[in-house]
């Protein structure tokens, strides 16, 4: 083998070793926070691929004899539910909720999170607000000192477009329409369209959301600000615990 060849290698080895990991992490994490559901429960099911762990787990726990309704934050989610067995309610039959396992891109310290990587912010913001106890979950490369490396989603009215991309650049960021794959504009469950804005380390999320949230045409943003109770990491073998 030649020293490009191997290079190679080692670098595709050490990637896929690292996605084995992640996913291990997930699953620990997604796991251990289905555990803290308990008979009787109002459940928020939230989006993402360590959330989908915990959907995972909670469906095996309903087929052994527990008794939940959940609130799934999109229709992915929604899916998932439904094939493992977890009945499903809505926040018009149950506007309290007992506890939401949500996934997140970034979580630091004190738990703030950024959120909406997988395009499910407003209806995941919405649940948490309804829930007694938000717990996170994640594998440990989603703990950051400071928020802000992963660019934080804004979700908008297409009416408003021009006028929001224009006002949050003025903030000093660069701002990313959300697209497919292939290329056309990325909607939400809701219909509306993202905007991805890189605003490297975020000193003061609170400050932040608020000033996103006095947009006009903003409808939600990624920041979820004093919503987290407790956040289950994923690191290694063992799963961390960080509690508000």
């Not at 992915?76 to 506007?95: I, M």
């Not at 649940?127 to 938000?134: I, P």
């Not at 224009?166 to 960021?173: E, Y």
Request: charged fraction near 25%; glycine fraction near 12%; charge should be positive.
């Amino acid at each position: 083998m030649g020293l490009l060849s191997f290079v190679v290698w080692r670098v595709m080895t050490n990637l896929a070793k690292g996605q084995r990991n992640s996913q291990k992490e997930k699953e620990l994490a997604g796991r251990a926070a289905a555990e803290l559901v308990r008979d009787g429960n109002v459940v928020g099911l939230g989006t993402g691929s360590t959330a989908y762990f915990a959907v995972i787990a909670l469906g095996e726990r309903v087929k052994a004899g527990l008794k939940i309704v959940g609130i799934p934050t999109s229709f992915a989610t929604a899916d998932l539910a439904k094939k493992v067995g977890v009945p499903l309610t809505t926040l018009d039959e149950n506007p309290e909720i007992d506890i939401t396992i949500d996934g997140a891109d970034e979580v630091d310290p004190h738990l703030n999170l950024i959120k909406g990587g997988g395009g499910a912010l407003l209806r995941e913001k919405v649940v948490a607000s309804a829930s007694k106890k938000m717990v996170v979950v994640s594998d440990s490369s989603k703990l950051v000192s400071a928020l802000g490396k992963f660019p934080l989603p804004v979700e908008v009215i297409s009416f408003a477009r021009a006028v929001v991309e224009k006002k949050i650049a003025g903030l000093g960021t660069s701002v990313k329409w959300r697209t497919r794959p292939d290329g056309s504009p990325y909607l939400t469950d809701n219909g509306n369209p993202i905007l991805d804005c890189s605003f490297g380390r975020i000193g003061d999320p609170a400050a932040l959301a608020r000033i996103l949230s006095d947009m006009p045409g903003v409808i939600e943003h990624g920041l979820f600000v004093g919503l987290a109770s407790i956040a289950l990491i994923g690191t290694g073998n063992r799963v961390d615990k960080i509690q508000r």
